[in-house]
C-alpha cells in the first residue's frame, strides 16, 4: 500500500527558503503514470494547488508560485522534495504531498480526462518566523 | 484560474438528514471535478472523481452530479462518522483549484 511522508523544518525564518521532502513508500516513484503534488492549507482556510512533478522531473506550478518554486525528484531515494524561497508569514501553513493519477481514457469517444489526489501524506506544519 | 465557488460554507444538519452542497465553476469544466472529505486535522480524502464516480470503498450514500459549470454533492443520510469539511476541485485546467470548502455540523 502506497504510503507518503513529509518532512522538514517545522520553523523557517522570514526571507528564508523552506525545504521539505516527501518520502514515497509500498511503490517506486517511478512506477505508473503519476504526478506527485504539493499542496498547502493555512491554518482555518482552504486547499492551494503549489504544484506537481513526474518521475522524470517534468512539472507544473501555480502560477502564483511560480517564481519562487523549485520541485525535485530522487528516484533513487524514492522521494520528492520542495523548495519555496523568500517565505514570509503568509507562507504558514500545513504542507502535503499526495499521489496525483492524470489519465486519458482513449477507449471512449471523445476521450476521458481523469485526475484525483487518491493518496495523501499526513501533513506537516510549517511556520515562518520573523 | 478556474475559480471554484461552493455552497453553503456551512452547515447544520441532524443525522439521518440528506445533505446536499453545491460547487460552481466560472468556466465550462465538463464533469472534471472531484471531491473530497477532510477531517480536522487529517489530509483530505477522496470521495469521488470525474464528478459522479465514487472511490473505491467510500460509502455509497456518497454520491455527486453536474456537468458543465454546476455540481452537487449529497449525503443521503448523515451519519455522526461525516463531520467534517468537503472541498470541491476542478481539473479542467491548471493550475488545479478547490473550493473553499464546506463545514459541515450536527444539529
Known amino acids: 500500500q502506497l504510503q507518503l511522508q513529509e518532512s522538514g523544518p517545522g520553523l523557517v525564518r522570514a526571507s528564508q527558503t523552506l525545504s521539505l521532502t516527501c518520502a514515497v513508500s509500498?511503490?517506486?516513484?517511478?512506477?505508473?503514470?503519476?504526478?506527485w503534488s504539493w499542496i498547502r492549507q493555512p491554518a482555518g482556510k482552504g486547499l492551494e494547488w503549489i504544484g506537481r512533478i513526474d518521475f522524470s522531473g517534468n512539472t507544473d506550478y501555480n502560477p502564483s508560485l511560480k517564481s519562487r518554486v523549485t520541485f525535485s525528484v530522487d528516484t533513487s531515494k524514492n522521494q520528492f522534495s520542495l523548495k519555496l524561497s523568500s517565505v514570509t508569514a503568509a507562507d504558514t501553513a500545513v504542507y502535503f504531498c499526495?499521489?496525483?493519477?492524470?489519465?486519458?481514457?482513449?477507449?471512449?469517444?471523445?476521450?476521458?480526462?481523469?485526475?484525483?489526489?487518491?493518496?495523501w501524506g499526513k501533513g506537516t506544519t510549517v511556520t515562518v518566523s520573523s | 484560474d478556474i475559480q471554484m465557488t461552493q455552497s453553503p460554507s456551512s452547515l447544520s444538519a441532524s443525522l439521518g438528514d440528506r445533505v446536499t452542497i453545491t460547487c460552481q465553476a466560472n468556466h465550462e469544466i465538463s464533469t472534471s471535478l472531484n471531491w473530497y472529505q477532510q477531517k480536522p486535522g487529517k489530509a483530505p480524502y477522496l470521495l469521488i472523481y470525474?464528478?459522479?464516480s465514487l472511490d473505491t470503498g467510500v460509502p455509497s450514500r456518497f454520491s455527486g452530479s453536474g456537468s458543465g459549470t454546476d455540481f452537487t454533492f449529497t449525503i443521503s443520510s448523515l451519519q455522526p462518522e461525516d463531520i467534517a469539511t468537503y472541498y470541491c476541485q476542478q481539473y479542467d485546467g491548471l493550475p488545479i483549484t478547490f473550493g473553499q470548502g464546506t463545514r459541515l455540523e450536527i444539529k
Open positions: 499526495a499521489k496525483e493519477v492524470d489519465y486519458f481514457d482513449g477507449s471512449v469517444s471523445p476521450e476521458h480526462h481523469y485526475h484525483y489526489m487518491d493518496v
Open positions: 509500498g511503490d517506486s516513484i517511478s512506477s505508473g503514470s503519476f504526478y
Open positions: 470525474d464528478a459522479s
